[in-house]
């Protein structure tokens, strides 16, 4: 599995995006959300209003950005052939290790959750990494393709992004 490489290339992109959050400020809560369908993705997500599609950054297959830029959406994929619960497992091992690799007091929960699709495993972390970053993680496996979206801010304002990035999560629905 791949996903310590894609974890190596996205944190630091999330905590770019989380310094840039500290220096904007708050950003108002935004309540009605646009559905978007990714290209090449068999889903669709509702993204918080104001909220943008970008360029895809390294090893991503979607990417968003809050309108103030101070919260963003990565979607990555890999293959994983086993059940949710083993994939649960692996996934939260290969979280707590990677994110503990880059702050030693980082810390993570994870979760079993319900969305729209079916099982989900939400894994909250908070780190530090040049600024201080909250990251929510929302895996899914869907017929043998782990799905990833790594919804980050700044910890200041993960208590007013969080349940939008939660919100989203849960709109996910797959169109095959």
């Not at 905590?15 to 959300?33: D, E, I, Q």
């Not at 083993?86 to 091992?93: G, Y």
Request: hydrophobic residues 45%; without cysteine; glycine residues 6%.
């Amino acid at each position: 599995m791949r996903r310590p490489s894609l974890f190596r290339t996205l944190v630091p992109a999330l905590a770019a995006s989380a310094l840039a959050l500290a220096v904007l400020g708050n950003a108002p809560a935004a309540t009605p959300r646009i559905t978007v369908h990714p290209n090449h993705l068999p889903l669709s997500l509702a993204l918080p209003s104001g909220w943008r599609v970008t360029a895809l950054t390294s090893g991503a297959r979607f990417d968003a950005v809050a309108a103030d830029g101070s919260a963003r959406l990565a979607v990555t994929t890999g293959l994983y052939p086993g059940t949710f619960a083993a994939f649960a497992a692996s996934e939260t091992a290969a979280a707590r290790s990677f994110y503990r690799s880059q702050d030693p007091k980082a810390s993570l929960t994870a979760h079993r959750i319900s969305i729209g699709s079916g099982p989900a495993l939400e894994i909250d972390v908070r780190l530090q990494h040049g600024s201080p970053l909250a990251i929510s993680l929302f895996s899914i496996l869907h017929d043998s393709v782990s799905y990833h979206f790594t919804y980050s801010t700044s910890q200041s304002e993960a208590a007013t992004d969080e349940p939008g990035f939660e919100d989203s999560a849960r709109s996910i629905v797959f169109t095959t």
